[in-house]
């Protein structure tokens, strides 16, 4: 085994070496593409969340979104706190609030593979400000896709009511308490360290499609579908830079932020690595429940006139709904 895993990243490293200009122009696009549309609109964010946090502000939503939550849900009304700051702070974060109160015995594995299955959100400034506002040139974008994002971990939610609910009474456990001051200064830390994280995925997984790419001809629009399912950042702008009608790019941005993507799964899966998480049936229910809310979309835009359908893309709608029906 362990001679064909050398084999293996022979090949890596020759293949790498011999497309370096391929890795060199990939991370270069990979970082204009985050110092340009991501950076600028997430780190702000960052310490804006932080301080609202630092004031407890996901007490006062608790106060107001947690009874519901439980019951919608069917989970403890303290552990709806995962959900609000997950909205508030997006994914991974969710996986160390659950982290956390794994550690200190306040879920069981359980609970934790239930509300975990249904507070992946993308960050609430990347997909407004980054998505909606940089790339699309529109606040009202941002919020519809953000809108389909909260429905899709709602439908999941929904579904996964009754998976293995283990309903007790906890005490939520409140960190010591720090000034303002320090608040700011390790938000800037966090936000730096996010900032690695997203830059790191974002140029590896650049260099891999860039790569396959190169070596297998693919339709770019399964391309994109293939990149964002991989890494989001770089799929949604793929999607944006395709030569297709506005409602089919959100439609397929929809789709590749419900998922999650592979990079932001795995990255939950390394951090609660000592626990027994079920990933296969994360990547399953994510991926089933992507679709659903994709075609919701769909369906609604259809009919509400969310996004202005394109003579092109009604006719399209018009075809498959004969061929249906």
């Known amino acids: 085994m362990k001679k064909y895993k050398y084999i293996l990243l022979s090949i890596i490293l020759f293949i790498f070496i011999k497309n370096i200009d391929i890795v060199i122009s990939s991370s270069y696009e990979a970082s204009i593409l985050f110092f340009d549309k991501i950076f600028v609109s997430i780190f702000p964010f960052i310490i804006l969340i932080d301080v609202l946090l630092f004031f407890n502000y996901q007490e006062f939503l608790k106060k107001i979104f947690g009874k519901i939550l439980s019951k919608i849900f069917n989970i403890d009304e303290n552990i709806s706190i995962i959900f609000i700051l997950s909205i508030l702070t997006g994914t991974p974060t969710n996986s160390i609030y659950i982290k956390e109160m794994l550690d200190n015995n306040q879920i069981d594995i359980n609970t934790a593979n239930k509300i975990l299955l249904f507070s992946y959100f993308q960050s609430i400034p990347f997909v407004i400000g980054t998505i909606g506002v940089k790339l699309y040139n529109s606040l009202k974008i941002g919020i519809i896709i953000w809108i389909f994002i909260l429905l899709n971990n709602i439908l999941i939610g929904l579904y996964t009511r009754n998976y293995n609910a283990t309903i007790k009474q906890i005490i939520y456990k409140k960190k010591n308490k720090i000034s303002l001051l320090n608040t700011i200064k390790e938000s800037i830390l966090k936000g730096i ?133």
Do not use: A, M
């Open 193 to 325: 360290n996010t900032s690695y994280d997203i830059i790191g995925n974002l140029i590896i997984f650049t260099i891999i499609i860039n790569l396959i790419k190169k070596y297998i001809i693919i339709n770019p629009i399964i391309l994109s579908i293939l990149s964002g399912l991989l890494e989001i950042t770089n799929g949604v702008n793929q999607i944006y830079l395709l030569n297709l009608d506005l409602t089919i790019k959100i439609s397929l941005t929809i789709f590749i932020l419900s998922f999650s993507g592979l990079s932001i799964i795995f990255q939950t899966f390394s951090i609660l690595s000592n626990y027994k998480i079920d990933i296969k049936r994360i990547l399953i229910t994510r991926l089933v429940f992507s679709i659903i809310t994709t075609i919701l979309f769909i369906i609604i835009n259809y009919c509400f006139k969310l996004i202005i359908l394109s003579y092109s893309t009604k006719k399209v709608f018009i075809i498959i709904w004969r061929h249906f029906y």
